[in-house]
C-alpha cells in the first residue's frame, strides 16, 4: 500500500465513522481513528539493528446492540495498516460476544477472537531482516447457571489455532480445551472465591521430523505419537478477588498445570564418527508439573489517578520448535495519571522470562533455555477537543537469550492523532 492509499483508508474511516456517529442517536457505535508517525531504531528487531520511519493507522469501531431484553451482541474490531521500510501490512483484529438469557438462572454465550500480527524479534524468527507475520483464531462457547444468590458455575469449551507465514509454519499449533469453575460470593459486592479445572490438548501440526546438528554432527528423525505432535495439559486453581475500598482492589490464583507430553513414540539419533554410524533411541514422554500463579493489585487514590501490577506464572504453547511448551513468568506496573483537566500521562513497564525444558524438546536434542525481555512505554495525550487528541510515545525494549544467542534492543519514538467518533 503506498502512502496516497493509506491516506484515502484514513479519509474513508474518518468518513464511515461520521455516519455511524450521525446515523445512531442511541451511541450503539464508536468509531476511534488513530494516526501515528514515528521512527524505530530497530525495524525487525536484529541483533544488527536496522533503523526504519512509519506510519500506521489503527481504526478501531466497537458496535452493540440488544436485539430483545435476553439477548445482546457486542463486536469490537481494529484494522491496523502499517507503513514502513519493510513493506505494508495490514493486520485486522476482531472479538464478538453473543449473549442469550435462556432463562434467569442460565446464561449463553458465544464468542470468536481474532487477531494478527508479526513475529518481529521471537526467539525461532530468522534474524535475516524480514517481517513474518501470524494470525490467531479463537471460537468459544460458554454456559453460565446460577445456583443460588451467592453460587454460581460455569462451563466453558473453546478451539484455537496459531498460523504463521510459510517459513515459520512449523510454529503452527491448533488448541481444543474446555473448562468448568465453581464461583461463590463470600461478601457481597467485596469477596468472591472460584474453583476452577481447565482440561486442553494443543497439537502441532507442522513440526519437523528430522533435524541435523552441526556441533554432533548428527541427525534426528523423530516419529510421533498417532503421527502427532501434540500434548495435554490439566489446570487445576483456586481464585480470590476482593474489594478492600474504593481505592484497592485485588485477586490471586494460584494452583498448578500437569503436562503430559506425547511427542516421540522414537527419535532416532545417528551420530556419525570417523566413519562410523551409531545410532541411540530415546523416549521424551515424562509428565511434567508446572506452577499456575496470577495476582494483581489496583490502587485508586483518586478518580484522577491509577496505579497496578500483576503478576503471572503459566505454562503455554512453544514459541520455539525445538520444545512442545514453555513456562511464561510476567511482572507488570502501570501507572495512569491526569496532570491537568486535558493532559494526561501513561507508563508501563513488563518483565517477563521464557523457560524452555529439556523435558519438553520434540527433537531429543535440544537443551534447557531462557529468553528475557522489558518493555517500557511512556506517553502523553493531549485533549483538542470533544473529538481530537494529540499523542506522544516513547518505548524501549530489549531481549537476551541464554543459549549464546545474540539479544536486540529497539527504542521507537512516534506521535499521534486520534479522532473519536460516537
Not at 61 to 71: G, N, Y
Request: aromatic content about 10%; some cysteine.
Amino acid at each position: 500500500m503506498s502512502r496516497t492509499k493509506l491516506l484515502v483508508s484514513v479519509v474513508v474511516g474518518l468518513m464511515v465513522g461520521q455516519l455511524f456517529a450521525a446515523g445512531d442517536q442511541d451511541h450503539l457505535f464508536k468509531v476511534v481513528n488513530t494516526v501515528r508517525f514515528g521512527y524505530s531504531d530497530n525495524l525487525h528487531r536484529t541483533p544488527e539493528g536496522k533503523g526504519s520511519t512509519f506510519v500506521t493507522d489503527t481504526i478501531d469501531l466497537s458496535f452493540r446492540a440488544a436485539f430483545s431484553d435476553r439477548t445482546d451482541l457486542i463486536i469490537k474490531s481494529q484494522l491496523n495498516l502499517l507503513d514502513d521500510n519493510g513493506g505494508n501490512e495490514i493486520y485486522p483484529n476482531l472479538y464478538a460476544m453473543l449473549n442469550h438469557n435462556v432463562s434467569p438462572r442460565l446464561l449463553l454465550g458465544l464468542s470468536e477472537y481474532y487477531r494478527s500480527g508479526d513475529k518481529s524479534g521471537s526467539g525461532s524468527t530468522p534474524s535475516d531482516g524480514k517481517r513474518y507475520n501470524f494470525f490467531e483464531n479463537k471460537v468459544g462457547l460458554s454456559a453460565d447457571y446460577v445456583l443460588t444468590g451467592r453460587d454460581r458455575l460455569g462451563f466453558s469449551l473453546d478451539h484455537d489455532i496459531l498460523r504463521h507465514d510459510e517459513a515459520i509454519n512449523t510454529l503452527d499449533y491448533t488448541t481444543i480445551g474446555g473448562g468448568a469453575s465453581w464461583q461463590r460470593e463470600l461478601v457481597p459486592q467485596r469477596t468472591q472465591v472460584t474453583f476452577s479445572l481447565n482440561p486442553s490438548r494443543t497439537t502441532y501440526d507442522n513440526l519437523p521430523k528430522d533435524s541435523f546438528s552441526s556441533s554432533t554432527n548428527s541427525t534426528n528423525s523423530v516419529s510421533y505419537l498417532d503421527d502427532q505432535a501434540y500434548y495435554d495439559a490439566l489446570s487445576v486453581s483456586a481464585g480470590l478477588s476482593h474489594t478492600f475500598n474504593q481505592q484497592w482492589q485485588g485477586h490471586i490464583e494460584a494452583g498448578v498445570t500437569c503436562v503430559q507430553p506425547n511427542f516421540s513414540d522414537s527419535i532416532t539419533t545417528n551420530i556419525t564418527t570417523n566413519g562410523v554410524s551409531v545410532k541411540t533411541n530415546t523416549l521424551e514422554n515424562a509428565q511434567t508439573i508446572s506452577p499456575l500463579l496470577r495476582a494483581g493489585l489496583v490502587y485508586s487514590p483518586s478518580p484522577r489517578t491509577r496505579l497496578s501490577t500483576d503478576f503471572s506464572m503459566s505454562h503455554t504453547p512453544s514459541d520455539d520448535t525445538g520444545y512442545g511448551g514453555q513456562n511464561t513468568t510476567e511482572l507488570r506496573f502501570d501507572a495512569q495519571h491526569e496532570l491537568t483537566a486535558k493532559l494526561m500521562a501513561k507508563a508501563n513497564v513488563r518483565f517477563s522470562s521464557v523457560t524452555y525444558d529439556e523435558q519438553d524438546a520434540t527433537d531429543g536434542s535440544s537443551k534447557d533455555k531462557q529468553e528475557d525481555r522489558m518493555d517500557l512505554e511512556f506517553a502523553l495525550t493531549y485533549k483538542l477537543n470533544r473529538m481530537h487528541f494529540i499523542e506522544a510515545r516513547v518505548q524501549h525494549t530489549e531481549k537476551e537469550y541464554s543459549n549464546g544467542a545474540e539479544g536486540w534492543t529497539e527504542n521507537r519514538a512516534d506521535i499521534g492523532w486520534r479522532v473519536e467518533l460516537n
